[in-house]
């Protein structure tokens, strides 16, 4: 699948918003990917899960991805590879809390693992996992998204991992001080789209 195919997907499923963002990242942005109404159609979760399958190495044995944006998609991708698929959580509120393996997820010792994220923006979720899984005896092998909006082709070429993306999107966002939208008067303060109950139509 092309980038253009996978964003007609979005662009489909109401999933590519335009507006005022507050990205997990802790930057602003005027679009955002809410995968979750793409991946809220099966057959299109499926769809691309396989297509992104298509292009991973063959080592892998376990799937991993970071909650809650990766829930879905870590399962997604584990049934495309007919592969185990866990989700990593933090261990309590806030951004700050360290990143965990929960509810009895276990890495055995040498399992290579695939990371992967819904959309990728600095990476630092994606980052954390694997130290969750270096940590708890595993090998990380590579990291897989569904969306690239970093800017990089490889954003784990200094953890000498392989990365793979449906989608390579140039989107830019900014520091909170430097956003234009916080400093224009019309466009209203910038929402998590992820938390909004409704959030599926442009702020
Ligand atoms: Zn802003």
Redesign the pocket.
């Known amino acids: 699948m092309k980038t253009e195919q996978v964003l007609e997907l979005f662009k489909k499923s109401g999933a590519m918003l335009e507006g005022?963002f507050l990205l997990s990242s802790g930057r602003?942005s005027d679009r955002y990917f809410q995968c979750a109404l793409l991946l809220a159609h099966p057959k299109l979760a499926d769809e691309l899960a396989r297509s992104l399958a298509a292009k991973l190495p063959q080592n892998i044995d376990l799937v991993i991805g970071p909650a809650m944006g990766a829930v879905t998609w870590s399962y997604e991708v584990g049934r495309a590879l007919g592969l185990r698929a866990f989700f990593t959580e933090r261990a309590g509120a806030g951004k700050e809390a360290p990143m965990e393996l929960r509810r009895g997820f276990k890495i055995e010792p040498g399992e290579r693992v695939l990371v992967v994220e819904d959309v990728l923006t600095t990476g630092g979720s994606a980052r954390e996992v694997l130290e969750v899984i270096k940590k708890l005896g595993g090998v990380p092998v590579a990291v897989a998204s569904i969306v690239n909006r970093s800017g990089q082709k490889n954003p784990f070429e200094q953890d000498g991992l392989p990365y793979v993306a449906l989608a390579e999107v140039k989107v830019e966002s900014?520091d909170?001080s430097g956003?234009p939208?916080?400093a224009s008067k019309t466009a209203g303060p910038?929402i998590k789209p992820g938390s909004r109950p409704g959030a599926a139509q442009p702020a």
């Open positions: 005022h602003h900014w909170a956003c939208l916080c910038a």
